[in-house]
C-alpha cells in the first residue's frame, strides 16, 4: 500500500478537477513557490501548508490510499471540491521533484487522517449489523413496492395513450407544437415515478429541433419508447433477464446483487456528464482475466465532479458485482484489494465489421442500447467529406464517428496520435455511429484518453 | 450510422419507408400496410416502427472506407522522457485568457516558460509525443514569437496535422516555403525550375538555403534572372546575400550600386560598405576622412569636423542619399552617411596613430560629437568591429555611460551585440552596479540565456538595493519578468535570504516589504522549476 512507487501523473491530478478554471488555478500552484512543511508518508497521505492572500496558510492534507478514490481536506474557504490547493499539492507531489519528501505527518493532518478511520471503522461496524438484521418490514416494503408499480403502470398507460394521439394525427405537426407538451409529460412521468420514461420523453421534444432526418429518429424513438411501455405492462410474460432490463430501464432503482467478480481491472476510459442538477461520471473498466467489459456510474451534485476518480491506463485489483438486467454492463464497486496500479495492458480487438455485429447482438437482451464498448484492432482515423470515420487498416470497411465525436478536441488527439497508421480505439459504437474514448498507438505506448 | 451502412434481411425494402409515411401523416389520412385501420391502427403502426427500429439497428453493417491520408512521415528524433512529457503537458494546460489577471501572486507563470522550454528540447533533439501536438499547435497559433520553436519541435507531424485542419493553417505558411520541400541543392534542374517558375516566397525560400550553404552559387543563381526580376523582387533578392557576405561578392554589388531603383542601390552601398576592402569602402573612406582633422592649435588636440558642401553625383552613385529627412540639416546628413559607410581603419591612419579608444577620448569641437560618434556607433554595427564597439560604450561605470550621452540606449544594446557573450554580460553587470536597473532593460534583452554569474549577481543585487530603497517591486516587474526567465536557476539557493517579510522602515512605501517578498518568492519558485525541467530534459 505505499504510494511513492505509484506516482500519479498530473493528467491524473488535473482529472480530479471539479472544472476548468480549478484545473488552471491548480496547475499554478503545482509549483514550490507558496508551499512549506509539505510532505507524505507510505499510508498514502499528502499535506502541506500553502501561503494564500491572509497572513495564515492554508493547512491542506489529501488522503489518497481510500479505495473509493482521494479524500480531501483543506482549511481555504473555496466551494469547490477538490479545491485548487489539494489540486496544486498533488500535482508538487505528482512531479517528484523532492518537494514533498516522505516525512511524519504533522498533527493537524494526522487529526484528519485520525478522524477518517474511526468514521471508516464505524460504517464498516453498522453495514455488518444492518445486513444481518435485513429489511425491518418485509410486508410494508412490499406494499411500497406494489403502490409504486401502480403508479408506473397508470404514466405507462397514460404515455401509451399521448403516444397513440400524435401518431394518428401525424410526426409533421411535433415541429410546430413545440417543447412544452413534452416537457409536461416528462412531468407526469416524474409524479409516475418513472424517471426513465421521463428522460425518454424529454428526449423525444428535443428531436424536432435536431436537423435534417429528424421524422425518422422521432419514429424510432417513439417506437422503442412503445415498446419499454409495452414491456412494462407486460412484463409477468418477459423472461427474467429481459424483465429486469425493462424494470431499470424504466427507473426502478435496483441494487447490484450480482455475485462478486474479481479481476484485475483495467480503466479504460472515464468521462463526465452534466445537467444542471447531476454530474455523472462513467468509468468503463476492462477485467483482464474475466474479458468482460463493465460500466461504473459515480454522480456529483451539480458543479461538483464525483468523488470517483479512476484515472485511464490503472489497473485495480478489486472485486464488482453486476446490476440486474440482461446484458446490462453497470456494475457496483466493491472491495479495493491494492492500490491502483499503472499495467501494461490492453483490451483485445476486433474489426469494425466485429464491432457492428457485437452492438446487433446485444440488441437482443436490450433493445434500448445505444451502444456497446468496443475496442478497435489497427484502425485509421480518416477524414470523410466533412466527417471522420475509423477506417480498417487491413480491410476496406469503416465506422463513422457520431457527430459529437466529430466536435471534440480528443478527436484530434486521436488523429495525431495515429498520423495516419494503424491504432487501437476503445469507445463507445452504437447506431449512431463511433465515440472514441482512449487510444493506443500501434507500438507500444501508453493510454491516451480522448475525452 | 448516418445511412452509409445498409441494413440487411429486411423483409420489404421499403417497409420501413411506408411506416415513416404514415407516421408522418398521421393515421387518420394513411394506414399503414399491414394495419387494420381504426383506433388500433397507431398502436400497429408503433409495434411494427418498433420492430424494425430493433432490426434496422441490429442489422447495421460498417460503411467503405473511404480515401486514406498519406502517412506522417516517421519522426527519427528519440521520444521525450517521461517526466518532460508530462510538464510539457502541464505548461500546455496553462493557457493565456482563462480567467486570472492581477496581481501575480506567488506562482511561476506557466506560460512564459514554454519558450525555454521548447528552446531545450529542440537543443537536446527530442521528439513530441503525437498526443500533444493539437495543443501544441493550438499554443503557437494564439502567440507568433513561439511559432518557430513549436514547430520545429513539433516537426513534421504538425504540418501532416495542418493540411487537415484549417485551424493550424499558419503551420503550412510558418514552414519554409510555405511546406514545400526544398529540392537537393545537387539537383539543378529541380533548383532550376523552382527558381524560374516558383512563387516569390518559395524563390526566397531557395535563394536563402543555397546561399546559406553555397554562397557563390546563390549569387550565380540570382544573376540568371536579375535583369528581369521586379524592382521590389531585387531588394529582397539582393538582402539574402547579406549572409555569408564576402570579397567575392563585389562585383555583383558594384553593378547593383547602379541600379534603377534607390532603394536596391542603397542595399548594394550598405553591403559593399560592410566589406572593408571593397572598392567602394575606399571611396566612402577618402570622403570620410576629408571631413575630419585633429587641430592641434589648442592646449589639447581636437577633432575639427567639416561636413561637406554638396551630395555630388559620385557621392549618390555610392548610395549616399542626397535628400535629408525633415527637420535635419543637409551637411549633417550626408556627413554621417560618409561616416558611416567608411572602414573604422580609416581613422587611427588618419588621426594620428590613435587607438579606437585614444580617438573616441578626443573632444569634438563646435557641438559635432553627436553626430560623430553615432556615425561610428553605426559603423562599428555594420562591421561588426568589436575594437571600435568597446571604445565606443567607454567603461560601464563611467558617468556618461549611464546618462542619455553621445550613444543612446538602442546603439550602446547593438553595440554591445559586436562582443562576445562574456565580455557583453561583464559589461552589462558593471552598467547594472554603477547605475541601477532603471536603464538596464534594453541592455539585459541582448545578454545571453541564462545570465552568467556576475551579471546574474548584479541584477540581484540592484532588486535587492531598490527593495531596500522602499520604492514598490512593480517599478521593477520587467527586470524582474526578465530575471524569471534568465538568471540561472543555480542560483536560486542565494535568494532564499530574501523571501522573507522583512520589516517596514519609516520612509518605505506602505506593505511594500511583503510585496517584495512575494516577488522574490515568485522568482525563486520559478527558478526551481526551470532547474526541474532541464532536469527533466536532460540538459543539467
Known amino acids: 500500500m505505499t504510494q511513492q512507487g505509484v506516482r500519479w501523473s498530473a493528467d491524473q491530478v488535473l482529472s480530479l478537477a471539479p472544472d476548468a478554471a480549478s484545473r488552471k488555478a491548480g496547475s499554478k500552484l503545482g509549483a514550490a513557490g507558496p508551499w512549506s512543511e509539505a510532505g507524505s508518508c507510505g499510508e498514502g497521505t499528502v499535506w502541506g501548508l500553502c501561503k494564500g492572500s491572509g497572513s495564515k496558510p492554508y493547512q491542506t492534507v489529501v488522503d489518497i490510499a481510500d479505495a473509493s478514490g482521494p479524500a480531501y481536506k483543506c482549511s481555504c474557504p473555496s466551494r469547490k471540491f477538490p479545491c485548487k490547493h489539494a489540486l496544486g499539492l498533488l500535482l508538487l507531489w505528482a512531479g517528484g521533484d523532492g518537494a514533498v519528501p516522505p516525512g511524519q505527518p504533522p498533527e493537524w493532518a494526522e487529526q484528519w487522517m485520525e478522524g477518517r478511520r474511526k468514521r471508516a471503522e464505524d460504517k464498516r461496524t453498522a453495514e455488518t449489523a444492518g445486513s444481518s438484521s435485513g429489511s425491518a418490514d418485509p410486508e410494508a416494503a412490499r406494499r411500497r413496492a406494489e403502490r409504486r408499480a401502480e403508479r408506473i403502470t397508470a404514466g405507462a398507460t397514460e404515455l401509451e395513450q399521448r403516444l397513440a394521439d400524435l401518431l394518428r394525427g401525424g410526426l409533421a405537426g411535433a415541429e410546430q407544437t413545440g417543447y412544452g407538451q413534452w416537457e409536461e409529460t416528462a412531468a407526469r412521468m416524474v409524479d409516475a415515478q418513472a424517471s426513465g420514461l421521463a428522460a425518454r420523453v424529454r428526449e423525444l421534444g428535443s428531436i424536432p429541433a435536431s436537423g435534417p432526418g429528424w421524422p425518422v429518429r422521432l419514429l424510432e424513438e417513439c417506437a422503442l419508447l412503445h415498446l419499454l411501455d409495452q414491456g412494462w405492462l407486460h412484463r409477468e410474460g418477459l423472461p427474467d433477464g429481459l424483465a429486469s432490463t425493462v424494470r431499470s430501464r424504466i427507473g426502478l432503482p435496483a441494487s447490484a446483487d450480482g455475485p462478486p467478480v474479481r479481476d484485475r481491472w483495467l480503466v479504460l476510459a472515464q468521462y463526465d456528464t452534466a445537467d444542471s442538477r447531476l454530474t455523472t461520471r462513467r468509468a468503463w473498466l476492462y477485467g483482464a482475466e474475466s474479458d468482460r467489459t463493465v460500466l461504473l456510474l459515480s454522480y456529483g451534485a451539480a458543479g461538483r465532479a464525483p468523488d470517483l476518480a479512476l484515472p485511464v491506463g490503472l489497473v485495480l485489483d478489486a472485486e464488482v458485482s453486476a446490476y440486474p438486467g440482461a446484458g446490462q454492463p453497470r456494475v457496483a464497486l466493491g472491495e479495493q484489494f491494492t492500490q491502483p496500479v499503472p499495467a501494461p495492458i490492453r483490451p483485445p480487438g476486433v474489426t469494425t465489421a466485429q464491432a457492428a455485429a457485437r452492438y446487433g447482438k446485444a440488441l437482443r437482451d436490450d433493445p434500448w442500447l445505444d451502444s456497446v464498448p468496443v475496442t478497435l484492432d489497427r484502425v485509421v482515423p480518416t477524414p470523410d467529406g466533412d466527417s471522420w470515420q475509423l477506417a480498417d487498416a487491413d480491410g476496406d470497411t469503416a465506422l463513422p464517428l457520431t457527430p459529437a465525436a466529430r466536435a471534440r478536441p480528443g478527436l484530434w488527439r486521436l488523429v495525431s496520435l495515429s498520423g495516419g497508421a494503424p491504432v487501437t480505439v476503445f469507445g463507445e459504437c452504437g447506431h449512431r455511429g463511433f465515440t472514441p474514448l482512449t487510444a493506443w498507438p500501434e507500438g507500444a505506448g501508453e493510454a491516451v484518453p480522448l475525452c | ?540
Open chain 2, 1 to 540: 450510422m448516418n445511412g452509409t451502412p445498409t441494413p440487411v434481411d429486411a423483409p420489404a425494402p421499403n417497409a420501413w419507408e411506408e411506416l415513416v409515411t404514415a407516421a408522418l401523416l398521421g393515421t387518420e389520412r394513411r394506414t399503414p400496410p399491414g394495419c387494420p385501420p381504426g383506433p388500433e391502427a397507431p398502436a400497429a403502426l408503433l409495434d411494427a416502427a418498433a420492430a424494425e427500429t430493433v432490426r434496422r439497428r441490429a442489422g447495421l453493417r460498417p460503411g467503405r472506407a473511404a480515401a486514406r491520408v498519406e502517412p506522417a512521415a516517421e519522426d527519427p528524433r528519440p521520444p521525450l522522457p517521461t517526466a518532460a512529457a508530462r510538464r510539457l503537458a502541464m505548461l500546455l494546460t496553462d493557457r493565456p485568457g482563462t480567467g486570472g489577471g492581477g496581481r501575480r501572486g506567488t506562482a511561476p507563470d506557466l506560460m512564459e516558460l514554454l519558450p525555454q522550454w521548447l528552446a531545450t528540447a529542440n537543443t537536446q533533439g527530442f521528439a513530441p509525443p503525437p498526443e500533444l501536438l493539437p495543443a501544441l499547435l493550438d499554443a503557437a497559433r494564439g502567440r507568433t514569437d513561439l511559432r518557430q520553436a513549436a514547430l520545429a519541435f513539433a516537426g513534421a507531424r504538425a504540418v501532416w496535422l495542418a493540411r487537415l485542419n484549417p485551424d493550424w493553417r499558419f503551420a503550412l505558411r510558418a514552414a519554409p516555403g510555405g511546406g514545400m520541400a526544398l529540392p537537393h541543392l545537387e539537383d539543378t534542374d529541380r533548383i532550376r525550375q523552382l527558381w524560374e517558375e516558383g512563387l516569390f516566397a518559395e524563390r526566397v525560400a531557395l535563394l536563402s538555403a543555397i546561399r546559406a550553404r553555397e554562397p557563390a552559387a546563390a549569387r550565380e543563381l540570382l544573376a540568371t534572372t536579375w535583369a528581369t526580376e521586379r524592382a521590389e523582387d531585387r531588394l529582397m533578392f539582393l538582402d539574402s546575400l547579406r549572409t555569408g557576405l564576402a570579397a567575392d561578392d563585389e562585383p555583383f554589388l558594384e553593378q547593383a550600386l547602379t541600379d534603377r531603383s534607390r532603394n536596391v542601390r542603397a542595399t548594394a552601398a550598405e553591403l559593399l560598405s560592410s566589406l572593408p576592402g571593397s572598392a567602394l569602402a575606399a571611396r566612402m573612406a577618402v570622403r570620410a576622412g576629408a571631413c575630419v582633422a585633429v587641430d592641434h592649435t589648442g592646449s589639447t588636440p581636437t577633432l575639427l569636423v567639416e561636413a561637406p558642401h554638396e551630395c555630388d553625383a559620385g557621392m549618390e552613385g555610392d548610395g549616399v542619399v542626397a535628400k535629408a529627412p525633415a527637420g535635419r540639416g543637409e551637411r549633417s546628413w550626408w556627413f554621417g552617411q560618409l561616416v558611416e559607410a567608411a572602414p573604422l581603419a580609416t581613422w587611427p591612419a588618419r588621426l594620428g596613430r590613435r587607438t579606437p579608444q585614444e580617438i573616441v577620448a578626443l573632444p569634438v569641437a563646435d557641438d559635432w560629437q553627436a553626430e560623430l560618434h553615432a556615425a561610428w556607433c553605426r559603423a562599428a554595427v555594420r562591421q561588426r568591429n568589436a575594437a571600435w564597439a568597446r571604445a565606443l560604450l567607454a567603461a560601464p561605470a563611467a558617468p556618461e555611460a549611464g546618462g542619455p550621452g553621445a550613444v543612446s540606449l538602442a546603439e550602446r544594446s547593438k553595440l554591445l551585440g559586436t562582443l562576445g557573450g562574456a565580455e557583453r554580460a561583464d559589461w552589462v553587470a558593471g552598467f547594472i552596479s554603477a547605475h541601477g536597473l532603471s536603464e538596464a532593460f534594453q541592455l539585459l534583452g541582448v545578454c545571453a540565456v541564462p545570465w552568467s554569474e556576475p551579471l546574474g549577481r548584479a541584477v540581484v543585487d540592484a532588486l535587492n538595493i531598490a527593495r531596500d530603497a522602499g520604492s514598490y517591486p512593480w517599478s521593477f516587474s520587467g527586470v524582474m519578468g526578465l530575471a524569471e526567465r534568465c538568471l540561472d536557476p543555480s542560483e536560486a539557493s542565494r535568494l532564499d535570504g530574501l523571501m522573507a517579510v522583512p520589516d517596514e522602515t519609516e520612509d518605505a512605501s506602505p506593505g511594500a516589504g511583503g510585496y517584495w517578498a512575494e516577488a522574490f518568492q515568485r522568482l525563486v519558485s520559478t527558478l526551481r522549476l526551470r532547474a526541474a525541467m532541464a532536469e527533466e530534459l536532460g540538459a543539467v
